[in-house]
């Protein structure tokens, strides 16, 4: 019914910078909120940061001043611009939205991408 399709990943040094893509596709309606997780090794998933269908973002602290979550509502795509990237920032990072759709009624769906992993190493 729904996808989101993922890129961007890689290695890159401390300090460096990666760019993260996800776009939805399927049968939408409109996309409600959307967001980044992620998940390091032997820990659980977390938020990463979150944005509102009206551009309202929210960033956990751990990123909060050097990542920078955005959206663009004609393309359903999300992006996460990472900056001064930290050794702690490994992790396989995913995407996730919040969709209504219409089949076979309308109602919300949260719907996550497959992942692409980050690695932060010298």
């Known amino acids: 019914q729904v996808q989101l399709v993922e890129s961007g990943g890689g290695l890159v040094q401390p300090g460096g910078s990666l760019r993260l893509s996800c776009a939805a596709s399927?049968?939408?309606?409109?996309?409600?909120?959307m967001g980044w997780y992620r998940q390091a090794p032997g820990k659980e998933r977390e938020l990463v940061a979150t944005?509102?269908?009206?551009?309202?973002?929210n960033y956990a602290d751990s990123v909060k001043g050097r990542f920078t979550i955005s959206r663009d509502n004609a393309k359903k795509s999300v992006d996460l611009q990472m900056n001064s990237l930290k050794p702690e920032d490994t992790a396989v990072y995913y995407c996730?939205?919040?969709?209504?759709?219409?089949?076979?009624?309308?109602?919300?769906?949260?719907?996550w991408g497959q992942g692409t992993l980050v690695t932060v190493s010298s």
């Open positions: 996730n939205a919040v969709t209504l759709v219409a089949n076979p009624v309308y109602r919300y769906l949260a719907v």
């Open positions: 399927g049968s939408i309606v409109s996309i409600n909120d």
């Open positions: 944005i509102t269908s009206t551009g309202s973002t």
